[in-house]
């Protein structure tokens, strides 16, 4: 790794808990949440971190959990950045919560975040339904979890939810005015997939896996002029073409931060997906 790499991740993991600020606006639910529960799960590469939110009136770690993985690009280490949803989530679904502090770049590579995520996911589907879902390249866990489960046959997720996911990390993004720059994904690919020949593996690019059959059904949010669109509007064509039951929604007029770039549809998005979670864990 260049030693310029090195230091432009690292400042970008060491900042994110103070300078990501978003979602303030989209606390529709949950405000008033006690905090959530420290929870330490077994991994293969050693033990992670999850943020436990229980449903309104549930016990402590009880009931059907959706887990969840924050964004930033797989070098940003701050899972605190998606509190607003999973409050949210843990409110409006009503079921209990888990938001995972995988590990990021510079400090791991490829695949230690896939692995972590599928290990915890895995973890609490051994004792309750388990859905699954992020943001951006947490969205691209969600993805790779999904497919790791099928394919290792650990557990059976009831849903997956992807929220503007970076689903090929092999291919270049669209030069343009969004905010998922191509020096951005060329910064992530040096750091956090080094060996280009990992970079089409199933489980780091979910959309250049050869077969989507088997999947569970899939919530897929893009923004209309998010850069990294094409991954999640592909992947929707994709999963629908092997059969499994799609929910594919487009915000129009938005960039990567569709949320919170139009708050009035987010609500409706929001609920949507709010009642998918609970549909789907019930």
Do not use: K
């Amino acid at each position: 790794m260049r030693p310029a790499d090195r230091l432009r991740a690292s400042l970008l993991h060491a900042s994110a808990r103070f300078t990501v600020r978003y979602g303030a606006e989209l606390r529709f639910a949950g405000r008033g949440l006690p905090r959530p529960r420290r929870v330490r799960v077994g991994t293969r590469h050693g033990m992670v971190t999850a943020w436990e939110y229980d449903a309104p009136g549930a016990g402590p770690g009880e009931g059907p959990a959706y887990v969840h993985f924050h964004g930033g690009a797989w070098l940003m280490r701050h899972p605190g950045m998606d509190d607003w949803w999973c409050r949210y989530v843990a409110a409006a679904a009503s079921v209990r919560v888990l938001n995972v502090d995988f590990l990021a770049g510079p400090y791991v590579a490829y695949p230690v975040a896939q692995h972590q995520c599928h290990d915890v996911a895995a973890a609490v589907a051994g004792t309750a339904p388990v859905a699954v879902g992020g943001f951006s390249s947490g969205g691209g866990l969600a993805a790779s979890v999904c497919l790791q489960a099928r394919d290792a046959g650990s557990f059976v997720p009831r849903l997956q939810v992807l929220g503007v996911p970076a689903l090929d990390v092999a291919s270049e993004v669209p030069r343009g005015a969004g905010t998922i720059s191509p020096s951005l994904r060329d910064l992530v690919r040096r750091v956090y997939f080094p060996d280009p020949a990992t970079r089409t593996e199933p489980a780091a690019s979910p959309l250049l896996a050869p077969d989507l059959r088997g999947l569970p059904r899939a919530l897929v949010m893009t923004g209309e002029h998010d850069t990294l669109r094409p991954d999640g509007d592909r992947y929707a064509e994709r999963l629908r073409a092997a059969g499994v039951e799609v929910w594919h929604d487009v915000t129009p007029g938005v960039d990567h931060y569709f949320l919170t770039e139009d708050p009035v549809r987010a609500r409706a998005t929001m609920g949507r997906v709010a009642r998918e979670i609970a549909a789907a864990l019930a």
